[in-house]
T-cell receptor, first 112, second 114 residues
Framework: AQSVTQPDIHITVSEGASLELRCNYSYGATPYLFWYVQSPGQGLQLLLKYFSGDTLVQGIKGFEAEFKRSQSSFNLRKPSVHWSDAAEYFCAVGAGAQKLVFGQGTRLTINP | EAGVAQSPRYKIIEKRQSVAFWCNPI?????LYWYQQILGQGPKLLIQ????????DSQLPKDRFSAERLKGVDSTLKIQPAKLEDSAVYLC????????????FGPGTRLLVL
């Protein structure tokens, strides 16, 4: 069965610092991978996605993610975080028949 | 382009009562999803429709949850009777195609069962 693990439940970084959120997946075939962000009281917004091709994917708001098949990982990065990046971040893997399986999320706090 | 609409945004009920949530997907989107997001967890798929047919309802607690998508557009999710553990955010999402596609999420309905 497909699964996603986000090892860090909560991360705190200072504004302007770099960020990396970890995501590991388990899926037998070629995965479709997604990162979503959820601000308090809001739905999920897509940051970026990987379907095929270049393993370094650029997304919105200055985020990028790198697909590493050998490590079954799809880590999210941003070189310099802003206070507005504080939110919950979810990694998801696309399974058969359009189904998404989500990780448990990483809550990001930004220190001023 | 209008996004996915959901109502109500918040609902408080007592256990054993019934409740219904409504979702209007993005125009033209064939596939509609209902997710349950319990506090501190990622969303879990409850049911997936393609047009007005059910594709996957394997994780829907069918003894108390039901969903329909009339005419392949709007959808309603009902819980009857509600239990304390149903307290969660119920997210509706839609996508345009029949393969793995980007899913667009609504703001969710936050349900509290007392």
């Amino acid at each position: 069965a497909q699964s996603v693990t986000q090892p860090d439940i909560h991360i705190t970084v200072s504004e302007g610092a770099s960020l990396e959120l970890r995501c590991n997946y388990s899926y037998g075939a070629t995965p479709y991978l997604f990162w979503y962000v959820q601000s308090p009281g809001q739905g999920l917004q897509l940051l970026l996605k990987y379907f095929s091709g270049d393993t370094l994917v650029q997304g919105i708001k200055g985020f990028e993610a790198e697909f590493k098949r050998s490590q079954s990982s799809f880590n999210l990065r941003k070189p310099s975080v802003h206070w507005s990046d504080a939110a919950e971040y979810f990694c998801a893997v696309g399974a058969g028949a359009q189904k998404l399986v989500f990780g448990q999320g990483t809550r990001l706090t930004i220190n001023p | 382009e209008a996004g996915v609409a959901q109502s109500p945004r918040y609902k408080i009920i007592e256990k054993r009562q019934s409740v219904a949530f409504w979702c209007n997907p993005i125009s033209g989107h064939a596939t509609l999803y209902w997710y349950q997001q319990i506090l501190g967890q990622g969303p879990k798929l409850l049911i997936q429709f393609q047009n007005n047919g059910v594709v996957d309802d394997s994780q829907l607690p069918k003894d108390r949850f039901s969903a329909e998508r009339l005419k392949g557009v709007d959808s309603t999710l009902k819980i009857q009777p509600a239990k304390l553990e149903d307290s969660a955010v119920y997210l509706c999402a839609s996508s345009s195609g029949t393969r793995i596609e980007t899913q667009y999420f609504g703001p969710g309905t936050r349900l509290l069962v007392l």
